[in-house]
């Protein structure tokens, strides 16, 4: 099947920068548009950012001018920069994608989540 296993969580300081990588394996012939989402405690989970496949993006205007969404097709790879990061910025973090498997079929996929924690 397909997985997606996301990367390059951890903690960080108020105003500290983090990469955020989002790796799909398994029986892929092409991946659809990307996705960041996060979920605080006590929050519903939100979108962050999203990414077409040709590359348009689209973000939460909390995040606006401080994260940068990415991906590199060849490698299935999406990543999320994130600079001048916020305590409000503490959640787990997902990537999702709508994926074409080798069988013909799209179906939607999501990562396990990798935390983020801003904080002094």
């Known amino acids: 099947q397909v997985q997606l296993v996301e990367s390059g969580g951890g903690l960080v300081q108020p105003g500290g920068s983090l990469r955020l990588s989002c790796e799909a394996s398994?029986?892929?012939?092409?991946?659809?548009?990307m996705a960041w989402n996060r979920q605080a405690p006590g929050k519903q989970r939100e979108l962050v950012a999203e990414?077409?496949?040709?590359?348009?993006?689209n973000y939460a205007d909390s995040v606006k001018g401080r994260f940068t969404i990415s991906r590199d097709n060849a490698k299935n790879t999406m990543y999320l920069q994130m600079n001048s990061m916020k305590p409000e910025d503490t959640a787990v973090y997902y990537c999702?994608?709508?994926?074409?498997?080798?069988?013909?079929?799209?179906?939607?996929?999501w990562g396990q989540g990798t935390q983020v924690t801003v904080s002094s």
């Open positions: 999702n994608g709508n994926v074409g498997l080798v069988d013909g079929r799209i179906r939607g996929y």
């Open positions: 398994g029986s892929i012939f092409s991946i659809y548009a």
């Open positions: 990414i077409t496949s040709g590359g348009n993006t």
